[in-house]
């Protein structure tokens, strides 16, 4: 997903988020999540959706700037959930 930055209380106020969409999973599950970045551009982490919809990502980052949503196929959600997911929130 790209080299990790260390979060700092800046980066928290204002980030800007890409949504990526996979298709379902085999048992329905979904499969969607925003990779995150600072204003300068600097990677953070991934957000998963789950069934919390938006509010997973503004629970954390109340301020994000949605800049695109793009459809991903599944290796890639599973690799940015896997290796770089930020936890909490909703």
């Known amino acids: 997903m790209g080299k990790k930055h260390s979060m700092t209380r800046k980066d928290t106020r204002k980030v800007m988020a890409i949504k990526i969409k996979a298709p379902h999973s085999g048992s329905g599950n979904p499969r969607r999540g925003w990779l995150i970045y600072t204003r300068d551009g600097d990677y953070l982490g991934f957000i998963d959706e789950g069934y919390g919809g938006r509010r997973a990502l503004t629970s954390l980052f109340p301020n994000a700037v949605e800049l695109a949503e793009i459809p991903v196929g599944p290796s890639t959600y599973n ?3 896997r ?8």
């Open 79 to 81: 690799e940015a959930k």
């Open 83 to 90: 290796e770089d997911r930020i936890l909490g929130g909703y």
